[in-house]
T-cell receptor, first 113, second 113 residues
Framework: GQQVMQIPQYQHVQEGEDFTTYCNSSTTLSNIQWYKQRPGGHPVFLIQLVKSGEVKKQKRLTFQFGEAKKNSSLHITATQTTDVGTYFCAGRGEETSGSRLTFGEGTQLTVNP | NAGVTQTPKFRVLKTGQSMTLLCAQDMNHEYMYWYRQDPGMGLRLIHYSVGEGTTAKGEVPDGYNVSRLKKQNFLLGLESAAPSQTSVYFC????????????FGPGTRLTVT
C-alpha cells in the first residue's frame, strides 16, 4: 500500500534558525497536504499542493511539491517559539487508485528561545 | 459553530471492557473519519464514512466498529478493549472526498490497563 515517510522525526533549533521537514512517498501523489499539531492539540490544516513543482508561501513558511509528485518539503525561515509543534504531511494517491489520505509520521519541532 | 467535537476527552478502561467514542460535527460534512495517533506513527485511519448510513474500513480497523446513523455523528466502538488500543483518537470531517482539508476534533485520550 501507499507509504508516506517523513524526516527528521525530531528537530531542535534555536529561535531564529531555519527548519525544514521532508516528506517522501512510495507512489505518485495526486496532492499533498500539510498539518500542524501544537503540543496537546489536534492537527490543523496548513496548506494543500496539487501541481507538479508547485511552491506556496505563507509568511515564513514555504511549501514545495516535487516535480515527480513523490516528495514535498516544508521550510520555516527564522523560527519563532510559536512554531513549536509537530508538522505532518499527508498524501493521496491518484484518483484511480482508490487510496485514502495517508499521513507521515510527523516531525516534532522544538524551538529554544 | 463548534466544528468537530468529541466525547469523552479522557477515559481509562480495563482490558475487556467496552466503550463508545462519539464524534459530532456541525458543518454538514458528508465525510467523517476516525484516526488513532501513537508516538512516532503519525495518524492512522481506522474507519471512515462517505455519508449517512455508510461505513468503510481504513488502515487499522481490527478491534473497532463504527456507525453513522445520523449525518452529523460518527461513533467509534471498542467491544473488548486491549492494551494495544491505548492511544489518542481523533475524529475528522470534510465536505467532500478529495482535495479538501480535514477538520479535526480535539481528541480522546484512551488508556487501557
Amino acid at each position: 500500500g501507499q507509504q508516506v515517510m517523513q524526516i527528521p522525526q525530531y528537530q531542535h533549533v534555536q529561535e531564529g534558525e531555519d527548519f525544514t521537514t521532508y516528506c517522501n512517498s512510495s507512489t505518485t501523489l495526486s496532492n499533498i497536504q500539510w498539518y500542524k499539531q501544537r503540543p496537546g492539540g489536534h492537527p490543523v490544516f496548513l496548506i494543500q499542493l496539487v501541481k507538479s513543482g508547485e511552491v506556496k508561501k505563507q509568511k515564513r513558511l514555504t511549501f514545495q511539491f516535487g516535480e515527480a509528485k513523490k516528495n514535498s518539503s516544508l521550510h520555516i525561515t527564522a523560527t519563532q517559539t510559536t512554531d513549536v509543534g509537530t508538522y505532518f504531511c499527508a498524501g493521496r494517491g491518484e484518483e484511480t487508485s482508490g487510496s485514502r489520505l495517508t499521513f507521515g509520521e510527523g516531525t516534532q519541532l522544538t524551538v529554544n528561545p | 459553530n463548534a466544528g468537530v467535537t468529541q466525547t469523552p476527552k479522557f477515559r481509562v478502561l480495563k482490558t475487556g471492557q467496552s466503550m463508545t467514542l462519539l464524534c459530532a460535527q456541525d458543518m454538514n460534512h458528508e465525510y467523517m473519519y476516525w484516526y488513532r495517533q501513537d508516538p512516532g506513527m503519525g495518524l492512522r485511519l481506522i474507519h471512515y464514512s462517505v455519508g449517512e448510513g455508510t461505513t468503510a474500513k481504513g488502515e487499522v480497523p481490527d478491534g473497532y466498529n463504527v456507525s453513522r446513523l445520523k449525518k452529523q455523528n460518527f461513533l467509534l466502538g471498542l467491544e473488548s478493549a486491549a492494551p494495544s488500543q491505548t492511544s489518542v483518537y481523533f475524529c475528522a470531517s470534510s465536505y467532500r472526498d478529495r482535495n479538501v482539508e480535514q477538520y479535526f476534533g480535539p481528541g480522546t485520550r484512551l488508556t487501557v490497563t
